[in-house]
C-alpha cells in the first residue's frame, strides 16, 4: 500500500501550536483538497477534532486513538498504526494528514511526502521530524508568494523515498 504524507512546516519544522495550524494558506488548503479528495486519510485523534469540519467530505478518515470507546460518525476508527495501515487497500495511497506522533509514526513507512514549506520559522509545540537528504529525493518545488498573508513565501514539494543502493 503506498503511503504519503501531507504536511505543511515551517522553516524551523514547526507544524502547529495549541493543536492549531500557524497559518492560513489559500493555495496550501486548495493543494491539500485536490490531492487527498478521494482518498482514505489517515490521523490522529486530535488532528480529527482540530478539523473545522469534521470528518473532511469525498474522504474516507481513519482516525486512530487509544481509547476504544471513541467512535466518531463517517469515520473509520484505528487503535494503531498497523491496525490503520490495515483499513487501507493495498493498491490505494493513503494520506497521513497529522499529528506530530502520526507523522513520526508513519515516516519511516512512508513512500512520498506532500510538503508546504514555509519559509518562515514559528513558535509552535508541534514539530515535523527531520527529512534526511539520503533518504529523501526531491523530485518537484514550485515556489509562491501569499499576498493575502504579507507576501509569505512558500512551496509546494514533492519527495520520494530514495531506494537503497
Known amino acids: 500500500m503506498p503511503i504519503s504524507i501531507i504536511v505543511a512546516v515551517a522553516e524551523n519544522n514547526a507544524i502547529g501550536k495549541d493543536n492549531d495550524l500557524l497559518w492560513h494558506i489559500s493555495d496550501d488548503l486548495k493543494r491539500f483538497k ?31 486513538t487509544d481509547d476504544p470507546e471513541d467512535n466518531y460518525e463517517g469515520c473509520i476508527m484505528a487503535f494503531s498504526i498497523e491496525d490503520a495501515m490495515s483499513k487501507c487497500g493495498d493498491d490505494e495511497e493513503c494520506f497521513i494528514i497529522g499529528g506530530g506522533s502520526i507523522y513520526r509514526q508513519f515516516l519511516p513507512l512512508a513512500d512520498k511526502l506532500y510538503l508546504t514549506k514555509v519559509r518562515r520559522s514559528y513558535d509552535a509545540d508541534t514539530f515535523f521530524p527531520e527529512i534526511k537528504e539520503d533518504e529523501w529525493e526531491l523530485i518537484e518545488e514550485e515556489d509562491h508568494v501569499d499576498e493575502e498573508n504579507n507576501s509569505l513565501s512558500f512551496s509546494f514539494q514533492i519527495y520520494t523515498r530514495k531506494q537503497p543502493s
Not at 469534521?54 to 482516525?63: A, E, G, Q
Open 34 to 64: 485536490k490531492i487527498t479528495t478521494g482518498h482514505k486519510i489517515i490521523m490522529g485523534k486530535n488532528t480529527f477534532l482540530s478539523l473545522p469540519i469534521r470528518p473532511l467530505p469525498n474522504r474516507t478518515s481513519v482516525v486512530i
